[in-house]
């Protein structure tokens, strides 16, 4: 099979179902002649397809819990003892507690916090200082993260998930220097507009964010489809210069105050209340 990452190997994490971008990203990066180890959390796994997915894409399944250095030391055994070297990791992990238990951002559960903290932030560290501990990258590799414009905007509902963005963001900026100063290798988080997978729409107001950055986007909203394109483009050479960047493929959502469609149901809104 040839492709855009022909010869090239890595671990994808967080393949849920159909729905989850990265089972997208595995699908279209099997498509373009990568091979992968697919990796989630076994209490995941129970609820997903993984198994599917793996026979689809040719690929063998190593269960990880992400925030556990113990679980990523053997994925990366097997990786490395599979591959050799690795081209790029996607880490595709995030989950609040918090959102699901409908807690308040003002009167969080702390441990819930730090449980989600955890999981969908300090994670990616772990993920990439395990990485780095065992030197399995190569030179030009490609360290992705998935992120949300929550992590520099307020979206009410979105509660600690926010905080965790912003953490994630930054994790990528900081342990991204020393990837690219020391192995050549680049670190980057895409900022996905709301997208329906599972996870998402488990966020209270889901709806709404979905349907008005669809209205403002002047593209409208970027698919789970459009996200794995992107991480497969980012996973390639042609963006091998390209780092500690949060990349916003929201079709124009991020640079757009307003649009004509928003403003014009708001004020039609207003108009039908004042009959």
Not at 21 to 31: D, M, N
Not at 91 to 101: A, E, L, Q, W
Not at 206 to 226: H, K, M, Q, R
Not at 234 to 258: A, E, H, P, R, W
């Amino acid at each position: 099979m040839s492709g855009i990452l022909s010869g090239k190997k890595g671990i994808i994490f967080g393949a849920l179902d159909e729905n989850s971008i990265a089972w997208k990203t595995a699908v279209k990066s099997h498509e373009e002649g990568a091979e992968f180890i697919l990796t989630n959390a076994p209490v995941a796994m129970r609820y997903g397809e993984i198994q599917k997915l793996a026979e689809q894409t040719n690929s063998e399944v190593v269960p990880a819990d992400a925030t556990s250095l113990e679980d990523l030391d053997n994925l990366f055994n097997v990786a490395i003892e599979k591959f050799g070297k690795l081209d790029f990791i996607l880490h595709s992990i995030g989950m609040s507690i918090n959102v699901r238990k409908g807690q308040h951002y003002t009167d969080m559960n702390y441990d819930w916090t730090q449980k989600g903290w955890d999981i969908s932030a300090v994670s990616f560290h772990k993920v990439m200082k395990t990485a780095w501990d065992k030197d399995c990258m190569n030179p030009w590799g490609s360290i992705l993260a998935l992120s949300y414009i929550a992590a520099q905007r307020v979206y009410p509902g979105y509660n600690d998930m926010a905080d965790n963005k912003a953490y994630l963001e930054s994790i990528a900026r900081n342990f991204g220097y020393y990837w690219g100063k020391e192995k050549k290798v680049r670190v980057n988080t895409i900022s996905q507009s709301p997208t329906p997978t599972t996870a998402g729409k488990g966020v209270k107001g889901f709806g709404g964010f979905l349907e008005i950055a669809d209205d403002v986007s002047p593209l409208g909203n970027a698919t789970a489809e459009d996200c794995a394109s992107l991480c497969v483009m980012m996973f390639s050479d042609y963006t091998k210069k390209m780092t500690l960047q949060n990349i916003y493929n929201d079709g124009g959502y991020s640079n757009t105050g307003v649009s004509d469609e928003l403003v014009n149901s708001y004020f039609a809104g207003k108009k039908s209340e004042e009959e």
